[in-house]
T-cell receptor, first 112, second 111 residues
Framework: EAQVTQNPRYLITVTGKKLTVTCSQN?????MSWYRQDPGLGLRQIYY???????DKGDVPEGYKVSRKEKRNFPLILESPSPNQTSLYFC???????????FGPGTRLTVL | GQQVMQIPQYQHVQEGEDFTTYCNSS?????IQWYKQRPGGHPVFLIQ?????EVKKQKRLTFQFGEAKKNSSLHITATQTTDVGTYFC???????????FGQGTELSVKP
C-alpha cells in the first residue's frame, strides 16, 4: 500500500531534549516536505527536499534540522526543543511532475 | 511577503445547503491546490488548477481558478455530513518546492 509513515505519532518531551521524528515513503517520490499545523495558522512549511541530499528552508525553519540521505526517508530533528515547538507535524511527499501530495498521519508533539 | 488568505475561517451550514470558500493570493500563482482535512485526520489532496479561468468539477465540488491566477474558490453543492472538515488552498512560492497554505475554512454540517 502506497503510504507516508511517521513515527512517533505522539510525543511528550521536555525542553532541550533532542528528538527526531521519522518520515518514510514507499512511493519512490523525489519531493518530501515537513509542515507544522497550529490553530488559526493553517499549515506552515518547515523544510522541503527536492531529492536526495537536496534540502531547503520553508517558511518556519528555525529550531529544526532535516537530512535526506536516502530517497525514502526525511527525518525532522529538533536539537533543543522549546515549548513554542508544541504542534502537530505532518510529513508529505510527491513525485516530480505529479500534482498529488501525500501526507503522513501526523505527529503530535508536546514540549513541556 | 507572499500571502495566501482564505475566507471564511468557519462556516456552519444545514445539510443540503451550498458552501463556498475563497482563496486569495497577494501574488500571481503558477497553480493552486486544494486539500481536505477531516477532523483528527491528515490533509488529503483534492485537485490542482493550473490554467487561468480553469474550472474543474468533482461530483458536488466545483473548483475555480481566477483569470488573474491570484484567487480561487471551492464550491460544494448540497452539502452532506461527509463534507465536514477543513478545506485548505495552497500555492507555490516560487519555482522550487515552497508551498504556502491558506489558513483553511472549517466546515460543519448540521444534519
Amino acid at each position: 500500500e502506497a503510504q507516508v509513515t511517521q513515527n512517533p505519532r505522539y510525543l511528550i518531551t521536555v525542553t532541550g531534549k533532542k528528538l527526531t521524528v521519522t518520515c518514510s515513503q514507499n512511493m519512490n517520490h523525489e519531493y518530501m516536505s515537513w509542515y507544522r499545523q497550529d490553530p488559526g495558522l493553517g499549515l506552515r512549511q518547515i523544510y522541503y527536499s527536492m531529492n536526495v541530499e537536496v534540502t531547503d528552508k520553508g517558511d518556519v525553519p528555525e529550531g529544526y534540522k532535516v537530512s535526506r540521505k536516502e530517497k525514502r526517508n526525511f527525518p525532522l530533528i529538533l536539537e533543543s526543543p522549546s515549548p513554542n515547538q508544541t504542534s502537530l507535524y505532518f510529513c508529505a511527499s510527491r513525485s516530480h511532475g505529479a500534482d498529488t501530495q501525500y501526507f503522513g498521519p501526523g505527529t503530535r508533539l508536546t514540549v513541556l | 511577503g507572499q500571502q495566501v488568505m482564505q475566507i471564511p475561517q468557519y462556516q456552519h451550514v444545514q445539510e443540503g445547503e451550498d458552501f463556498t470558500t475563497y482563496c486569495n493570493s497577494s501574488t500571481t500563482l503558477s497553480n493552486i491546490q486544494w486539500y481536505k482535512q477531516r477532523p483528527g485526520g491528515h490533509p488529503v489532496f483534492l485537485i490542482q488548477l493550473v490554467k487561468s479561468g480553469e474550472v474543474k468539477k468533482q461530483k458536488r465540488l466545483t473548483f475555480q481558478f481566477g483569470e488573474a491566477k491570484k484567487n480561487s474558490s471551492l464550491h460544494i453543492t448540497a452539502t452532506q455530513t461527509t463534507d465536514v472538515g477543513t478545506y485548505f488552498c495552497a500555492g507555490p512560492r516560487n519555482q522550487g518546492g515552497k508551498l504556502i497554505f491558506g489558513q483553511g475554512t472549517e466546515l460543519s454540517v448540521k444534519p
